[in-house]
């Protein structure tokens, strides 16, 4: 896919001086939440507050670092175990693991959703109850795992769906190796704003999620803008979820054109 000419990194985004050898990136997940709207699949988006040191003011989906605690064993687990994970994530099982634990982390961190249920065919319905704990987890007073043995809950990895994988280009000071994936908010949830790294958060579906970046009413960074536009190409959640897509490692590169920062895919 070729990326739009109009399609450029904010200013201030790329030091004047990059390191040499380029900073190693780190493992992070990241989880695009959908649901299916009056005129096809909407996605969960959120603008991210200014002066965030990675991406700040520019409109993302949820997600975020791995924490070491994310390849903790003793998780109660439904679904593909960590080897298939691994194969598809072209990773460790141990890393495999801890992707699909901090996709879940992340996701009711920033977004309230949590895929997780009392049994392994079961997902909770109301997380008001687990505010506490997710105040917990943001401030890393506590670990998935320690909060799903804490409740009985099981991790439902069967709910998550890899989409890609995206590597911060080289030039920039701080570096991320995410795992893109897809997912639906289980009944009885709702996905929210209650995040400190959010300025709004809004369903939308990709198609306008687009034309607001067009009219210059969101910044949105290639890997956010490639995936809408993927997403934009399905009828409806299912249709999305049931996709068969390979998992490429995508690094690309920034070039300096035209007096503007631009990002080329390989």
């Known amino acids: 896919m070729r990326l739009p000419e109009e399609l450029t990194l904010p200013d201030g985004m790329i030091p004047a001086e990059t390191t040499d050898p380029p900073v190693t990136p780190r493992d992070a997940a990241t989880v695009v939440l959908l649901r299916d709207g009056p005129t096809g699949p909407e996605a969960f988006l959120q603008r991210r507050v200014r002066g965030m040191p990675f991406a700040g003011g520019m409109t993302a989906f949820p997600g975020g670092g791995v924490d070491p605690r994310d390849e903790e064993?003793?998780?109660?687990?439904?679904?593909?175990?960590?080897?298939?994970?691994?194969?598809?994530?072209?990773?460790?099982?141990?890393l495999a693991r801890a992707l699909v634990c901090a996709a879940v982390r992340e996701t009711f961190e920033e977004?309230?959703?949590?895929?997780?249920g009392e049994s392994p065919g079961h997902v909770v319905t109301d997380t008001a109850r687990y505010d506490a704990e997710r105040h917990a987890l943001v401030s890393k007073e506590l670990s998935l795992a320690e909060m799903l043995r804490s409740h009985g809950l099981v991790l439902r990895a069967d709910l998550l769906v890899p989409w890609s994988n995206w590597v911060t280009p080289e030039l920039e000071p701080r570096r991320y190796d995410t795992r893109f994936f897809v997912t639906t908010v289980p009944e009885g949830?709702?996905?929210?704003?209650?995040?400190?790294?959010?300025?709004?958060?809004?369903?939308?579906?990709?198609?306008?999620?687009?034309?607001?970046?067009?009219?210059?009413?969101?910044?949105?960074?290639?890997?956010?803008?490639?995936?809408?536009?993927?997403?934009?190409?399905?009828?409806?959640?299912?249709g999305a979820l049931r996709a068969e897509r390979s998992i490429d490692k995508v690094v690309p590169k920034i070039v300096r054109q035209d007096g503007a920062w631009r990002v080329v895919l390989p």
């Open 73 to 94: 064993a003793s998780i109660a687990w439904n679904g593909p175990e960590p080897e298939h994970w691994a194969r598809r994530l072209g990773c460790g099982t141990d």
């Open 111 to 116: 977004a309230g959703v949590l895929l997780a």
């Open 189 to 238: 949830q709702r996905a929210d704003a209650r995040t400190g790294e959010a300025a709004e958060a809004y369903w939308r579906t990709p198609e306008d999620a687009l034309a607001d970046w067009r009219a210059g009413h969101n910044g949105l960074l290639p890997p956010t803008w490639v995936t809408l536009s993927e997403l934009a190409e399905h009828d409806d959640v299912a």
